[in-house]
Each structure stands twice: as C-alpha cells, then as structure tokens.
C-alpha cells in the first residue's frame, strides 16, 4: 500500500518521523536485512577485489573493474563489452576532474527513491551534507538507516508547494532534482498530479533555487525516453531532435527545455542528466525495470514473458547513476553550466532479446518466451560519448552484475516478499 501524499509538511524530527525504524515490525525487519545485504555486498565486493588487487575501489563500493575474478560463465560479445570498462586510469581520472569540491550541503528532492537513496549515501560518503526532500510515495524504508547519521537531515515535503521546502532551499549550495511521477504508466494513471509534479512543480523548484542566493548549482534528472525511437539514425545524441511519446517524456521534455534555455544568475549552473534505464540493488528497490523484473521472475522460477525482443533500450546501474549526479556537481561550472549530457555507456545498449540472454548465462534454467510485437513506440540506441569526452564519467558496472547482485540478494531472503506493491510505481 502507498503512503498518501502527505497534506502536512515538516521538518522531520526523532519522535515524529513515518516509520522510525521498528526492528519488531515486519517492515522494520525486512528493511534491516536489506540494509545488511546491502552493506555487506558492497563491503565483499570490495574486499575481494582489494584481495585479488584488481583496480581500484571508491568510497561508493564500484570497483574500477567490477568484473574482475568473476567466476561465471559469459558469452563472448559480452565479455568484449565488458572489458571495454575503464580501469584505474579512468577511474583516477574521474576523481581528478571531480576532486574540486565546493558544494557543502545538497537538497535531493525525490530523496527516498530508487535513485535518490542510493545518492544520498553516496554524497554523504563523499563528505556532503544532506537533505533529503520526498513525499514518501513509497514510504521512508529507503532511508530508515540514514536517520540521526551526521551530516543527513530528511524533509517530509512535496515540491508541488514551495513553501514545504523554503528553509531546506536556504541551507543549500545545489540541488539534485529527482522528484517525479516516473515511468509512462505511473504517469498515464495520474495524469493532473504528473505535470503538476513533473512540470509546474519543477519550474517553482527551479525559480526559487535561483532566489537562494547560496545556490549555486542545480541537477535535473531527465531521461533518455526522450529520444522516443531512432528514426534513420543508428544511435540517438544529446543534438538529436527529442519525440516523446508519453505524458512522462513530454514532462521531461518541457521542463528539460525550460532549464536549458533559462536566462540565470551569473553564478547559478544548471545542468540536465538524461538517464539510461536504470537497475541494480537500490534501499528502494524497484522490480518494474526491466533488468530487475526479467532477474526477479527468472529468480521466482517463472517463465518469462518477453514482449517485442527486437526493441532497443540503453541500461544503466543506478550507482553509476547516482554517481554521474556526484560528478556533475563537482565539476567545473564551465563544463556543466546549462549542458544537457545522457548518462549510461554505449556498449550497454541492449534488445530486450539480448537481455534474456545474458540472464541465461546466469540462470541457464529459465524459461524465457518470446510474444511477437512489431509496433513499439520505444526504440532507441544511445551514444555517451559527451560525458566521457567532457567529464571523464565512464560506469563502473554493467547489467551482468545488476543481475548477479539482483540474484543473490533475493536468494539471501533480503526481499521476502518481491512482489509487493511498493516495488513498483504503478
Ligand atoms: N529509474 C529509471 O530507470 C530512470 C530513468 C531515467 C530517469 N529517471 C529519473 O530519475 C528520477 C528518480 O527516479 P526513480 O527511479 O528513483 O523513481 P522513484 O519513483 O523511486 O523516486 C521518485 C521519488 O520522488 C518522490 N516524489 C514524487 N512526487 C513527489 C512530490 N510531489 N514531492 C516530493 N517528492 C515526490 C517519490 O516519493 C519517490 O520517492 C526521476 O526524475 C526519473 O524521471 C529514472
């Protein structure tokens, strides 16, 4: 069941916090053993790579070559792929064009989401201060273990009314705008509360993020559904012309526009992110994207249902999303300022039918059938060429792993019961 977008906001404190952590509540309890998976998988992974002396490993848990000493067995296209993943030359020169850090504390709105719990670690890790601004659509399990953590401070707020996180704008050096209705179902269903979110809300965040005059930078989180479908191109660019082709991408889309063609401050540095689809283990996990749902029925034994496999779609792990969000703030204003940049790899574009794939290199057991579709609006090969070349952002894992941590942590009973509502947006 989800939470009711709240009709009183506040500023979070100990006693009257939704679902302070209740380690007898069945919630509480499932919350804590994923943390603990959690934790620990990115504690091993990095033990295990240190051990075998394989790249380098960031504060975040991403190993520089997340693939390295893996023992399964992988098709030959894909361990070409993989291996096209930078190692610790990259990785150095990641943190090189990210090490001038000047932003302090950070507003994240849609903080209790798939990704924006993921970044608020990562941030905090990174030495950042915090605020997370949600609504809690899904509830607050996300951030359960974050409360009462040096540096991190939680807003119960709606971005449709400004007045919720006034006091949060003036702590703030930057913003990362997550916020949203996402996905084109969740959107198709609510319709009014989608452009009043997505839309008017986004445009009153971005104008008194401007009247903040400590704010300095401010990250939108946009989408490559953008693109809608290729249409004589092989791959889509951040200069190819935009189709949206549902309520959600025509949101993007506007407000996209609106920022980038936004007349700011001199010191004021937006930018927009269009993110690949995203998977991986995340505090609020989601099992509608594709590689987390294809993982998770293959898991459960089922068989799997593959609607138009010939579709293309880039994919990316929700910690090297975060991680681009990191990367844009911290690097120079010149390179960012008013930029639009897709964020993912260009080796990770799949077919759905390739996707199915490489799950049965990992559960050779599956049954997988394919349901013959020819008409899908969404069609789309991406390029990540400009965040590479400009920022030296390159991603550190790729859907081979997001299935096998996917894999272990519901064989490790993290999600008792996968299916349940508040896995899914719609
Ligand atoms: N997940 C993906 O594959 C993907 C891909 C491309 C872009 N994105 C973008 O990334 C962002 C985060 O996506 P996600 O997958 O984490 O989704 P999510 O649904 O898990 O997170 C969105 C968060 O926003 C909150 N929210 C919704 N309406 C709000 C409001 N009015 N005020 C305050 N908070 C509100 C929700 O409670 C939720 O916690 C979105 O902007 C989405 O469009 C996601």
């Known amino acids: 069941m989800r939470a009711p977008v709240p009709e009183l906001f506040h500023k979070m404190r ?10 007898r509540s069945p919630s509480g309890r499932e919350s804590t053993r994923f943390e603990e998976t959690y934790r620990s998988m990115v504690q091993r992974g990095r033990e295990t790579l240190a051990e075998r002396g394989h790249g380098q490993v960031r504060p975040d848990g991403c190993p520089a070559r ?17 291996s096209s993943i930078p190692s610790r030359r990259a990785a150095a020169a990641v943190s090189k064009e990210t090490a001038n850090v000047n932003v302090k504390r950070v507003l994240v709105t849609g903080g209790a989401g798939y990704i924006g719990s993921v970044l608020v670690r990562q941030l905090l890790e990174r030495g950042h201060s915090v605020c997370a601004l949600d609504a809690l659509l899904f509830g607050d399990h996300a951030l359960r273990d974050e409360y009462g953590r040096p540096g991190f401070d939680f807003l119960h707020a709606d971005v449709r009314n400004p007045e919720s996180y006034a006091s949060a704008l003036a702590d703030a050096q930057a913003v990362v705008h997550l916020a949203a209705i996402v996905g084109d179902a969740a ?10 979110t997505n839309l008017v809300g986004s445009e009153a965040l971005f104008q008194r993020a401007q009247d903040a005059p400590d704010v300095r930078r401010f990250v939108f989180v946009s989408t490559c559904s953008n693109y809608g479908r290729m249409e004589g191109v092989e791959y889509c660019s951040e200069e190819s012309p935009l189709k949206p082709l549902s309520l959600y991408a025509e949101t993007k889309v506007e407000f996209e526009g609106r920022l980038l063609n936004s007349d700011t401050r001199g010191d004021f540095v937006p930018t927009a992110l269009r993110f690949a689809t995203a998977y991986g283990l995340s505090p609020r996990m989601r099992f509608d994207l594709t590689v987390n749902e294809f993982t998770r029925e293959a898991a459960l034994g089922r068989e799997l249902l593959i609607y138009g496999e010939q579709f293309w779609r880039p994919h990316c792990h929700v910690h090297d999303l975060a991680r681009a969000c990191l990367c844009v703030l911290e690097s120079a204003p010149s390179k960012v300022d008013h930029e639009v940049f897709n964020v993912g790899d260009t080796a990770e574009n799949y077919t759905k039918k390739q996707l199915a794939e490489l799950l049965l290199e990992f559960r050779p057991q599956a049954r ?35 299935i096998a941590e996917i894999l272990e942590a519901l064989a490790s009973g993290a999600f008792p019961d996968p299916e349940a509502d508040r896995y899914r947006n719609s």
């Open 368 to 402: 997988i059938r394919y349901v013959t579709r020819e008409e899908d609006p969404r069609d789309y090969k991406v390029r990540f060429d400009k965040i590479r070349d400009i920022l030296g952002f390159e991603i550190a894992r790729n859907v081979g792993d997001g």
């Open 187 to 196: 959107a198709a269903k609510s319709p009014r509360l989608t452009h009043e």
């Open 14 to 23: 100990q006693s009257d916090r939704p679902g302070t952590p209740d380690r």
């Open 66 to 82: 997340p693939w390295a000493g893996r023992a399964c067995r992988r098709p030959l296209r894909a361990r070409r792929r993989w």
